[in-house]
């Protein structure tokens, strides 16, 4: 069974890099066609794509996050990072990473779309001043 669980801190200070690790079990990250996505949901407000990296290490970021994320693998602990540099207020969420199985990916057709068969159960994390 594929289980995604989030972890890093959960306060970051403003300037400073979020980052998170999620680390999957029951399944390889490297799997053909599996997607990985980091969505998040701030105080209030709806699911927020953030970024994602293929089974084949292509990673591709949400146009107003970009220029600040990384998203990253470490196939040897079956993990997906995500780094967010330069953090501000408004980057606290909840964070989420998500998967799927994609035989026919297309980068616009996650822009906005949170159809994943697996999901962490989210990590809270705040960016103080």
């Known amino acids: 069974q594929v289980q995604l669980q989030e972890s890093g801190p959960g306060l970051v200070k403003p300037s400073q890099t979020l980052s998170l690790t999620c680390t999957v079990s029951?399944?390889?990250?490297?799997?053909?066609?599996?997607?990985w996505s980091w969505i998040r949901q701030p105080p209030g407000k709806g699911l927020e794509w953030v970024g994602l990296?293929?089974?084949?290490?292509?990673?591709y970021y949400s146009p107003s996050l970009k220029s600040r994320t990384s998203i990253s693998r470490d196939t040897s602990k079956n993990q997906i990072s995500l780094q967010l540099s330069s953090v501000t207020p408004e980057d606290t969420a909840v964070y989420y990473c998500?998967?799927?199985?994609?035989?026919?990916?297309?980068?616009?057709?996650?822009?906005?779309?949170?159809?994943?068969?697996?999901w962490g159960q989210g990590t809270q994390v705040t960016v103080s001043s």
């Open positions: 990296i293929t089974y084949d290490d292509s990673s």
């Open positions: 029951g399944g390889s990250i490297t799997s053909d066609y599996y997607v």
């Open positions: 998500a998967g799927r199985i994609d035989h026919s990916f297309a980068i616009n057709r996650y822009q906005g779309n949170y159809e994943y068969t697996y």
